[in-house]
Every structure is written in C-alpha cells, then in structure tokens.
T-cell receptor
Framework: DAKTTQPTSMDCAEGRAANLPCNHS???????VYWYRQIHSQGPQYIIH???NNETNEMASLIITEDRKSSTLILPHATLRDTAVYYC??????????????FGQGTTLQVKP | DTEVTQTPKHLVMGMTNKKSLKCEQH?????MYWYKQKAKKPPELMFV???????INESVPSRFSPECPNSSLLNLHLHALQPEDSALYLC?????FGQGAYEQYFGPGTRLTVT
C-alpha cells in the first residue's frame, strides 16, 4: 500500500472550513484514499473514501487531484466536536490483503472557538 | 444498528492472569479485526477474521489468542502479558474482507493495563 504524508497538526476556527491535506505520490491505480478520524479516547470513525472522483457525504468532502498524488479532506463548517486526529490511508481493493488499514501518524486538528 | 461494542471498557490484570476481551457486532459483517493502539500512536493491526476464519496474523505474540466463535462475536484471550502490552485494544468490523472498498466500523476499545 502507498505511503501517505500529512501535516502533524493544524488549527481551524470554529465555523470555518477545515482543509486537511494528504500527499500520496506513490498511489497506484487501484488504490483507494480513505479518511478516518479518532476523537480522544474513542475508536476511529470512518469519514469518507474515494478512488478518482471527488466525493461528498454528510460529514465531509474529499477532493482528489487529477493525478491522484494528493487529496484534501474538507470539513465545511468545523465545530469543536471535530477536534480529533485525522488519518489519511490508501489501500488496495481486490487483493488478498484487501481490508488492511495501515494508519500513519495522522493530523491533529484543533478547532478553536 | 451500526455499532460495534466492546467489553470491558477498562481492564487491569497481572502478568500471571488470564483474561478475555469481547467484541460484538450485529450488522451482518463477515470480517472482524483486532487492533492495538499505544498512547499517542496510531492503531496497529493485529488479527483479521473473515467468515469466522483467521485470515491475517500480523506476527502477534502467542500470549494473545484470538477466537471468532460466530459471525457476530470476536474474542481476544490474554495470558502472561507484559507491562508493555498495556494499550487500547480496538475491535472493528466490515462487510467483507478481500474484495471491494469497504469501510471498517470501530468499537470504543478496551483500555488494558498490565501490572
């Protein structure tokens, strides 16, 4: 699975959009980009995933560049409850190792009032 | 019901004790996972079960023994643990393992302290 690079930490003002970048320059054509977050002392929570196209759900939007070497997770109106560690993960779908999530260090997002 | 439950929430055990962690899901998922998370570190995969059979063991020491008695239940049996095994143990499930882009649903974890 491709390796990801994320900033260690970011701040965001409450009510503003939080844009979390992820670099995955070695991603292969059959690798998906997944985002999870982990609020302090809780289990990780799935946010969104995508392959090539931009994706949106009730939690966030995922923007993947055309060359797929980087992506951005957007929380449109951050709240204090969005303070968490955000993990960007790329993984293969369709191989014998499918389903393995290899977590990197993630980005600690601090939403401030 | 999109919930994965784990019991107990907290566990303190001595190095000679035998204890078990329990995980349960009722989403009809056929893949279940154990992860270990040390403080301020990301989760690390330990085991994967697919259709109640062990698919992946990430070279975990034998003092950790997983068991999947049925499609809804996953246990982790602990014996002769070391203090460095103290961590948050997370269970997760997904519809399948091996095909498709399935998301994993995580439980809240069991905070284990080995004294």
């Amino acid at each position: 699975d491709a390796k990801t690079t994320q900033p260690t930490s970011m701040d965001c003002a409450e009510g503003r959009a939080a844009n979390l970048p992820c670099n995955h320059s070695t991603i292969s054509g059959n690798e998906y980009v997944y985002w999870y977050r982990q609020i302090h002392s809780q289990g990780p929570q799935y946010i969104i995933h995508g392959l090539k196209n931009n994706e949106t759900n009730e939690m966030a939007s995922l923007i993947i560049t055309e060359d797929r070497k980087s992506s951005t997770l957007i929380l449109p109106h951050a709240t204090l409850r969005d303070t968490a560690v955000y993990y960007c993960i790329v993984r293969v779908a369709g191989s014998s190792n499918t389903g393995k999530l290899i977590f990197g260090q993630g980005t600690t997002l601090q939403v401030k009032p | 019901d999109t919930e994965v439950t784990q019991t107990p929430k907290h566990l303190v055990m001595g190095m000679t004790n035998k204890k078990s962690l329990k995980c349960e899901q009722h989403m009809g998922h056929r893949a279940m996972y154990w992860y270990k998370q040390k403080a301020k570190k990301p989760p690390e995969l330990m085991f994967v079960y697919s259709y109640e059979k062990l698919s992946i063991n990430e070279s975990v020491p034998s003092r950790f023994s997983p068991e999947c008695p049925n499609s809804s239940l996953l246990n982790l049996h602990l014996h002769a643990l070391q203090p460095e095994d103290s961590a948050l143990y997370l269970c997760a499930s997904s519809p399948r393992f091996g095909q498709g882009a399935y998301e994993q649903y995580f439980g809240p974890g069991t905070r284990l302290t080995v004294t």
